[in-house]
């Protein structure tokens, strides 16, 4: 039997895929900056890490929400908790990214220079991301499980 398959098939493909992508890196990130710090690249690692969050995850969490808010229009679940609950999580998000690309930014500058003030910063920077990695862990229970 030959499976059809159907628009909102596609768009929750859209929705999977975007969110793997926004958020994937997310979860190596502790690992990458361990491994780079050794190695004397936090310069290079912040540069890249706030174009990552600029150029990669913020235009796919946009394609997350775009395709979320058809989701949840075409099966008329906007009511439903978990909706809601992931549609929070998902701006909180959005303001993450926006806080880490700035701080990225200024964790680059402070780590080619040495400066002392980098720590406090790349402290903030693993708060963030800590955050973030949570935020991203209860939005896919909630999409999952849908309590």
């Known amino acids: 039997m030959i499976a059809a398959v159907t ?3 596609v768009v929750v493909w ?3 895929l975007s969110a793997v992508v926004a958020f994937g890196g997310v ?3 502790p690992l990458l900056q361990a491994m780079l710090a050794r190695a004397g690249a936090l310069e290079a690692f912040h540069t890249t890490q706030a174009a990552v969050w600029s150029r ?3 235009p796919a969490m946009v394609v997350v929400l775009i395709a979320g808010i058809y989701l949840a229009t075409d099966a008329d679940a906007w009511s439903e908790a978990w909706v809601s609950g992931s549609f929070v999580g998902l701006i909180l998000l959005f303001a993450i990214a926006g806080i880490a690309t700035g701080l990225e930014r200024r964790a680059a500058a402070l780590a080619g220079s040495g400066d002392p003030g980098y720590e406090p910063v790349a402290g903030r920077l693993r708060l963030m991301v ?8 209860v ?9």
């Open 7 to 9: 628009f909102y098939n």
């Open 14 to 16: 859209i929705h999977v």
């Open 27 to 29: 979860f190596a990130y």
């Open 56 to 58: 990669v995850v913020t």
């Open 130 to 137: 800590g955050a973030a990695m949570l935020l991203v862990t």
């Open 139 to 147: 939005v896919l229970f909630l999409m999952v499980v849908k309590p």
